[in-house]
């Protein structure tokens, strides 16, 4: 039997999202039918929708979702019916080189639900991510729920199904953030912010918030930023290296992800320390650095995707940290919307009106 839900779809590049019937077929064997609780805007969301992330349009976007396991296919063990879950865009196969080496947070060969979700008239939709969640149900690999605590706000946990987990992750796992360190954190929103709040949890002292937009920067101290930098206004490189005696600091994240803010992070970052780019370039972007520089300031330069988490190792740990009072996700959540105020919610993200607007179902 198939289901007959409403969803948010990307028809054409360019073009605004539409709500459109889907059929969301019963799970087959490995799959689970997810009924969505709520679901997170995020800018990836966008970047399908622009034709950033590939031209197989339509594109059925949300992926920050929680929700309730509502039927599984046959072998699934992991999760039941009436379980309580993230889902995430990282379910490891165990076989493939990464995972065969004891990286399963790498995974080279993540999967997702086999059978395809389509328009009324049968055309096949691209899940964003894999997973699809700006509707009532969606069909999703059983490896892509992630149980965690049921008495977690599932606007506030469904975050981390994606941006909010690679910000923590960026700073916590990627980045290897500790206590003492001084990280800059270029790009506050959802992503940044969360970025700064890892660099908190895992004992960062000087923790610099760097954005264009002064409402930013202020949210941004909530999360944990000890300074903030107006780039538009003041050379982020000089301002950081002023507040880190001169030096740099010990992680610079660039949560944006263009040239220009890559540049800024590769400078304004101490010898020997870590860049960490996890906002994400479109495929015209390229980036020019003296390889002279590169070598002589040493340390690493690395790329942060998903937080380099592993869902069922870091959800159920977050959740619980956020149970305790020691991570605000509350605080992501600026707005929550109907499934047809996605569109509405992309002009505010553009705007910088939010950190997040959720989908609540
Ligand atoms: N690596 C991953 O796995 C992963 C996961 C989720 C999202 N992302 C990416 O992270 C990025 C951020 O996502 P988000 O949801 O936080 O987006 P967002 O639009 O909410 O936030 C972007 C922030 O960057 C600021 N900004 C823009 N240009 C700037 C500049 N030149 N200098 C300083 N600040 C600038 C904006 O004012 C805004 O506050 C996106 O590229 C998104 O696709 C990556
Ligand atoms: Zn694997
Ligand atoms: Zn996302």
Redesign the pocket.
């Known amino acids: 039997m198939a289901h007959e839900v409403r969803g948010v779809v990307a028809l054409a590049k360019g073009q605004p999202v539409s709500l459109e019937t889907i059929i969301v077929p019963d799970p087959g064997p490995g799959e689970a039918l997810v009924k969505i609780q709520a679901c997170g805007?995020?800018?990836?969301d966008?970047?399908y929708r622009e034709g950033g992330i590939s031209d197989d349009f339509p594109f059925f976007l949300g992926h920050?979702a929680a929700g309730v396991v509502e039927a599984v296919g046959e072998g699934v063990t992991d999760v039941a019916p009436g379980d309580f879950v993230v889902l995430n865009w990282r379910a490891v196969c165990g076989a493939c080189r990464a995972c065969l080496r004891g990286r399963p947070q790498y995974c080279f060969a993540t999967h997702n639900a086999k059978q395809k979700m389509t328009l009324a008239d049968g055309t096949v939709l691209s899940p964003a991510l894999g997973i699809g969640a700006f509707a009532e149900k969606t069909l999703v690999a059983a490896g892509q729920c992630t149980k965690v605590d049921p008495a977690a706000s599932p606007a506030a946990v469904g975050l981390l199904g994606?941006?909010v987990?690679?910000?923590l992750?960026?700073a916590m796992n990627t980045g290897g953030v500790t206590r003492g360190d001084s990280v800059a954190v270029?790009?506050?929103?959802?992503?940044?912010?969360?970025a700064i709040a890892g660099a908190d949890l895992a004992g960062a002292t000087t923790i610099i918030a760097?954005?264009?937009?002064d409402r930013?920067l202020e949210w941004a101290r909530r999360f944990g930023a000890t300074h903030t930098v107006n780039?538009?206004e003041t050379d982020?490189v000089e301002a950081i290296r002023d507040l880190t005696g001169g030096f740099g600091a010990d992680v610079v994240i660039d949560?944006?992800?263009?040239p220009?803010?890559y540049r800024?992070a590769f400078y304004a970052r101490d010898l020997a320390g870590t860049v960490v780019?996890?906002?994400?370039?479109t495929p015209e972007m390229t980036l020019e650095l003296p390889l002279l520089d590169v070598f002589g300031r040493g340390g690493a330069l690395k790329?942060?995707?998903?937080?380099d988490c592993l869902p069922s190792r870091d959800f159920p740990m977050l959740v619980s940290l956020y149970r305790q009072g020691r991570l605000d996700l509350d605080a992501f959540v600026s707005e929550t919307i109907a499934l047809d105020e996605v569109e509405a919610a992309f002009d505010k993200?553009?705007r910088?009106e939010?950190?997040?607007s959720v989908v609540v179902l």
């Open positions: 805007v995020c800018h990836t966008l970047h920050e994606c941006g987990m690679a910000g992750g960026a270029i790009g506050c929103g959802g992503v940044g912010d969360a760097v954005d264009v937009d930013k780039s538009r982020p949560a944006v992800g263009r220009e803010t800024q780019l996890v906002g994400v370039p790329s942060s995707w998903y937080g993200m553009h910088g939010v950190l997040r």
